[in-house]
């Protein structure tokens, strides 16, 4: 079975500054996607970003960039220019290819200091 | 408005009663998907459905019921409520090529059982 695991259940970073969120997971399967959600106090689960397995090239949305190394079954998330509305809880996913079920981690608290 | 959503937002039950969460998603998404959240355990899954009629056991099946008559309502059944399922309960669904689509979430069903 997969499995997802964020090692830092809490996080803190200073506005402006940059923060990396770590994700590992272990699986069989060469063929697979990751991703990492946002969940602010609103309690809504948003996408921040995805990553296909069979891509070398690290996935980039504006600040947020992910270092994935399959090898090392390692996925995290950088934030850069780290802003107050990022403070949320991380959760990063696991999900292969032929499969409709995805597997999280135990979720990364965010705190944005001003 | 195109969506997902999930009814009620609040619930509070008392033990060994039947509760009903509903979801619906306007998306015509083939998957669909029941998590629980609960402090320190991420999100798990409890069912989850590839189509109309189609459904299959997660993680943290136990005590819970589901059908899926129609493509786009997937609604989660406690047959007997316990203290241990209050939780706070997301439903998702995602479409498109399996495992490249993002799950996209309701707002949650924060469920109390006393």
């Known amino acids: 079975a997969q499995t997802v695991t964020q090692s830092q259940p809490e996080m803190s970073v200073q506005e402006a500054e940059t923060v990396t969120l770590s994700c590992t997971y272990d699986t069989s399967e060469s063929d697979y996607y990751l991703f990492w959600y946002k969940q602010p106090p609103s309690r809504q689960m948003i996408l921040v970003i995805r990553?296909?397995?069979?891509?070398?090239q690290n996935a980039t949305e504006n600040r947020f960039s992910v270092n994935f190394q399959k090898a090392a079954k390692s996925f995290s998330l950088k934030i850069s220019d780290s802003q107050l509305g990022d403070a949320a809880m991380y959760f990063c996913a696991y999900r292969y290819t032929n499969a409709g079920k995805s597997t999280f981690g135990d979720g990364t608290t965010l705190t944005v200091k001003p | 408005d195109a969506g997902i959503t999930q009814s009620p937002r609040y619930k509070i039950t008392e033990t060994g009663r039947q509760v009903t969460l509903m979801c619906h998603q306007t998306?015509?998404?083939?998957?669909m998907f029941w998590y629980r959240q609960d402090l320190g355990h991420g999100l798990r899954l409890i069912y989850y459905?590839?189509?109309?009629?189609?459904?299959d056991k997660g993680e943290v099946p136990d005590g819970y019921v589901v059908s899926r008559s129609k493509t786009e309502n997937f609604p989660l059944t406690l047959e007997s409520a316990t203290r241990s399922q209050t939780s706070v309960y997301f439903c998702?669904?995602?479409?498109?090529?399996?495992?490249?689509?993002?799950?996209?979430f309701g707002n949650g069903t924060r469920l109390t059982v006393t």
């Open positions: 998306w015509s998404h083939s998957y």
């Open positions: 459905s590839a189509a109309a009629d189609i459904t």
């Open positions: 998702a669904s995602s479409g498109g090529r399996i495992g490249n689509s993002p799950l996209h």
């Open positions: 990553q296909e397995a069979y891509k070398q």
